[in-house]
Every structure is written in structure tokens, then in C-alpha cells.
């Protein structure tokens, strides 16, 4: 038989489909609506929208959970002249669903376009090298969805890959870049945009006096869209990966699925959220989670050395920070891009993640810094101090391992 003229074997066409290096994050965009509102108005605000000045307490109530937030301002698709031709987003006992989902339907894809545009921009490359697409929300329940809308606004090919996440919650954007480097690594070639995108109008409502506690919601979630690129084997001299992604892992905390929870009603989106519960979780287990994920890729900690890496963290609630802060015993500064997305844009939910990814880009772009190793709450990184590439803002960028 003429070895020439054979076949190849499954294992070596497998081979071939596969890149070579791991998955990198290329280029990362952010956005947010128009409409933006200060904490310290956001009381005053939201009880004239909801048209519930007579109740004095529960606005007190609303001053107390913002001031606890330290956010300073947050951006929201709904205005007040969007409210006022919605009254049943108002009362939980008014179904409202529809009205709601067909205006996400129709802002979630500019919004997610906003950022995905920004991040093709700085990629590089033209839209239709894209290859994959993720989109992850809390805010929509169409089909077709946000993604195939999103590939229409940014020219993407048809034959791009589409994969939808919804009600993920603020896991989405960790989901999102785990699944993107699966795609990224398993396809040679393939150019993946993730893009996570929330809008609050699903959930927007009144207060109500018999659950005073519903309040925390509106005081800490925001609007807002996030997107990255992630590719493996970079082409240079137009790509620079900004992070390697070496390794993810997820870890589900046994009886915890009703410390948070959320469903679509008649009345939108609902849920609760049990902060006395959930903000000590975290801290009571992330040492050993950081631990079990570091374990399988050969690096041993004693608990000691967490100040040698840098940290990606979604900041779902300050009190949740404090208490990883306290329980890895960080340095001071530790979580500063986190505490800073808190700060200027609240919880946009899945979209968060890739803000904080952002803004912890451009610190140590700034600082010239480079680390060991980031963590955040799914996705495993390091940092190379080798640069790849032109110059990024007049500065080299930092290549980052996921």
C-alpha cells in the first residue's frame, strides 16, 4: 500500500484543527448608556420615578444601603421619560414582561455593539476574521437573540459561530472567557468575541413597604456592556495578547443555591439576594478554592504568598471584597481595579468582569508593572514580562497569562 496516497489517521487531523499555544485575550471594549445618575441623587431620583415620595422611611432606608456601596455614580438604559410611559414596571402585581424584554431586545445589541466595536478597533484585525461569538445576558429571552443581532451591527460573517448564555447572573462574564478559550485552544485560528451586556430595565420597579430589603438591588446594579477578543497563536505583528489563559476551573459551593437567586416573571426579572449570607462566603472558602485550582497545574501555596498575585475580582458587593481582603490577608491596594469598577459604574452583573479586566490592564500599563499570576472568580492568569508588538498608548503593553 502506497503510505502517500493514505488517508490520515483521526488523531492527526485532531492535531491539526487544534492551535498550538493557549488561549490569549487580544483587545478588550467597554461601554455604557447615556443616562447616568450619581448616588447621591439616585434616592431623590428613584422615588420620584417611582412616584413614591410619601415614603420617607424606606428613602432613608435606600440613602443608607448607597452610602454602604461606595459607588458614585451608575448608567442606566431607562430614563425617566421611559418610565413614565411604562406604570406597570412600577408594581411587582402588573405584568410587564413583554414591554420590558422587547426593549432589551432592542437596546442590548447597540449596547454590546458600542463595546464589541471598541474592542475590534484596538484588535486590529477586521470584523469578519471573527470566527466565534459568545454573548452572555441577564436581560433578554428572545430567540433569535442579542448575538445574532450583535453579528448583523458588526459585519461578522455568516458563518460565524453563535453561542448565547443567558440568566448566568454575575457569573456570566467568567462563563463567557472560559468558554472562549475552549473555542480559542480547540480551533485553530478561530478569533472568539465574548461580549456581556446588561440592562436593568428587566428588573426596574417601586419599593415595597412589607420587603424594605428588595431596595439593595436598586441601590447596586447598573447598565452596562463588556467585550474582549480571545485568540491562540497571535499574528504579529498586528495582534498582542494582553492575557494568557492558562488554566480555568469552577467550584460550586454545596447548599448555597438559595443564598442568590433570580427568575423572569410576569413582573420581569426577580429574585433576592441575602447579604448577611452571601458576603461571609467568599471569604470563608476562597483560600481553599484557590488552592484546589492552583494544585492540579503543579504550584503549592502555603497560604502565604496571595500578595504575589494580582487579582481580578468581580465586586459584587463591597462587603464581599472586605471580607476576601481579611481572609488572604492582602496588601492594601490588592483590589484596587475591583473596587474602583464598583466605585464608577456599580454591579453591571456578567459585564463587570471585563471592566475590572480593563481597568486592571490599564494600571499596570501605567505603573509598568507585571505580576505572577491573577485570579478571579473562574479564570486563573499570569503575566509575562515580555512585550509583543508596537507600543499601546505609548507605553508597552504587558502580556497577561489567563
Same mark, same amino acid.
Given at each position: 500500500?502506497?503510505?502517500?496516497?493514505?488517508?490520515?489517521?483521526?488523531?492527526?487531523?485532531? #492535531?491539526?484543527?487544534? +492551535?498550538?499555544?493557549? *488561549?490569549?485575550? @487580544? $483587545?478588550?471594549?467597554? !461601554?455604557?448608556?447615556?443616562?447616568?445618575?450619581?448616588?447621591?441623587?439616585?434616592?431623590?431620583?428613584?422615588?420620584?420615578?417611582?412616584?413614591?415620595?410619601?415614603?420617607?422611611?424606606?428613602?432613608?432606608?435606600?440613602?443608607?444601603?448607597?452610602?454602604?456601596?461606595?459607588?458614585?455614580?451608575?448608567?442606566?438604559?431607562?430614563?425617566?421619560?421611559?418610565?413614565?410611559?411604562?406604570?406597570?414596571?412600577?408594581?411587582?402585581?402588573?405584568?410587564?414582561?413583554?414591554? #420590558?424584554?422587547?426593549? +432589551?431586545?432592542?437596546? *442590548?445589541?447597540? @449596547? $454590546?455593539?458600542?463595546? !464589541?466595536?471598541?474592542?475590534?478597533?484596538?484588535?486590529?484585525?477586521?470584523?469578519?476574521?471573527?470566527?466565534?461569538?459568545?454573548?452572555?445576558?441577564?436581560?433578554?429571552?428572545?430567540?433569535?437573540?442579542?448575538?445574532?443581532?450583535?453579528?448583523?451591527?458588526?459585519?461578522?460573517?455568516?458563518?460565524?459561530?453563535?453561542?448565547?448564555?443567558?440568566?448566568?447572573?454575575?457569573?456570566?462574564?467568567?462563563?463567557?472567557?472560559?468558554?472562549?478559550?475552549?473555542?480559542?485552544?480547540?480551533?485553530?485560528?478561530?478569533?472568539?468575541?465574548?461580549?456581556?451586556?446588561?440592562?436593568?430595565?428587566?428588573?426596574?420597579?417601586?419599593?415595597?413597604?412589607d420587603c424594605p430589603n428588595r431596595l439593595i438591588s436598586q441601590a447596586v446594579f447598573g447598565d452596562g456592556a463588556g467585550a474582549v477578543i480571545v485568540g491562540a497563536d497571535t499574528v504579529h505583528p498586528v495582534e498582542h495578547a494582553l492575557f494568557e489563559m492558562?488554566?480555568?476551573?469552577?467550584?460550586?459551593?454545596?447548599?448555597?443555591?438559595?443564598?442568590?437567586?433570580?427568575?423572569?416573571?410576569?413582573?420581569?426579572?426577580?429574585?433576592?439576594?441575602?447579604?448577611?449570607?452571601?458576603?461571609?462566603?467568599?471569604?470563608?472558602?476562597?483560600?481553599?478554592?484557590?488552592?484546589?485550582?492552583?494544585?492540579?497545574?503543579?504550584?503549592?501555596?502555603?497560604?502565604?504568598?496571595?500578595?504575589?498575585?494580582?487579582?481580578?475580582?468581580?465586586?459584587?458587593?463591597?462587603?464581599?471584597?472586605?471580607?476576601?481582603?481579611?481572609?488572604?490577608?492582602?496588601?492594601?491596594?490588592?483590589?484596587?481595579?475591583?473596587?474602583?469598577?464598583?466605585?464608577?459604574?456599580?454591579?453591571?452583573?456578567?459585564?463587570?468582569?471585563?471592566?475590572?479586566?480593563?481597568?486592571?490592564?490599564?494600571?499596570?500599563?501605567?505603573?509598568?508593572?507585571?505580576?505572577?499570576?491573577?485570579?478571579?472568580?473562574?479564570?486563573?492568569?499570569?503575566?509575562?514580562?515580555?512585550?509583543?508588538?508596537?507600543?499601546?498608548?505609548?507605553?508597552?503593553?504587558?502580556?497577561?497569562?489567563?
Open positions: 500500500m502506497d503510505s502517500s496516497n493514505s488517508l490520515p489517521s483521526v488523531r492527526e487531523i485532531r #492535531r491539526s484543527q487544534r +492551535a498550538d499555544g493557549p *488561549a490569549a485575550i @487580544l $483587545a478588550i471594549g467597554t !461601554a455604557n448608556p447615556p443616562n447616568c445618575v450619581s448616588h447621591e441623587e439616585f434616592p431623590d431620583y428613584y422615588f420620584r420615578v417611582t412616584k413614591s415620595q410619601h415614603l420617607t422611611d424606606l428613602k432613608n432606608q435606600l440613602k443608607s444601603f448607597c452610602e454602604m456601596t461606595t459607588t458614585v455614580r451608575r448608567y442606566f438604559h431607562h430614563t425617566e421619560e421611559l418610565l413614565d410611559a411604562h406604570p406597570e414596571f412600577l408594581c411587582r402585581d402588573k405584568p410587564s414582561l413583554d414591554a #420590558r424584554l422587547d426593549i +432589551a431586545a432592542a437596546a *442590548a445589541p447597540e @449596547l $454590546a455593539a458600542s463595546a !464589541a466595536a471598541k474592542a475590534i478597533a484596538k484588535w486590529g484585525r477586521p470584523a469578519t476574521h471573527i470566527t466565534h461569538l459568545i454573548v452572555s445576558t441577564n436581560s433578554g429571552a428572545h430567540a433569535p437573540g442579542v448575538d445574532l443581532r450583535l453579528a448583523s451591527l458588526l459585519g461578522l460573517g455568516a458563518s460565524v459561530c453563535r453561542t448565547m448564555l443567558n440568566l448566568n447572573g454575575c457569573s456570566a462574564g467568567a462563563a463567557s472567557l472560559r468558554l472562549a478559550k475552549d473555542l480559542a485552544e480547540n480551533n485553530g485560528g478561530a478569533r472568539v468575541l465574548v461580549a456581556c451586556v446588561e440592562l436593568t430595565v428587566v428588573a426596574f420597579r417601586g419599593p415595597e413597604e492558562v488554566s480555568v476551573s469552577q467550584t460550586t459551593i454545596p447548599a448555597t443555591d438559595g443564598v442568590l437567586n433570580m427568575q423572569l416573571t410576569e413582573a420581569g426579572l426577580d429574585g433576592h439576594i441575602f447579604t448577611k449570607e452571601l458576603i461571609p462566603l467568599a471569604a470563608r472558602h476562597i483560600e481553599q478554592c484557590l488552592t484546589d485550582a492552583f494544585q492540579p497545574l503543579g504550584i503549592k501555596s502555603d497560604g502565604t504568598k496571595w500578595n504575589d498575585m494580582f487579582f481580578v475580582v468581580h465586586p459584587g458587593l463591597r462587603g464581599i471584597m472586605d471580607h476576601i481582603d481579611r481572609a488572604l490577608r492582602l496588601d492594601p491596594g490588592k483590589l484596587a481595579a475591583s473596587h474602583a469598577v464598583l466605585r464608577e459604574y456599580g454591579n453591571m452583573l456578567g459585564a463587570t468582569l471585563i471592566f475590572v479586566l480593563d481597568e486592571q490592564r490599564r494600571r499596570m500599563e501605567e505603573d509598568g508593572e507585571t505580576g505572577e499570576w491573577w485570579c478571579d472568580d473562574g479564570i486563573w492568569t499570569g503575566v509575562h514580562g515580555r512585550d509583543h508588538g508596537a507600543p499601546c498608548g505609548g507605553q508597552q503593553p504587558a502580556q497577561q497569562k489567563l
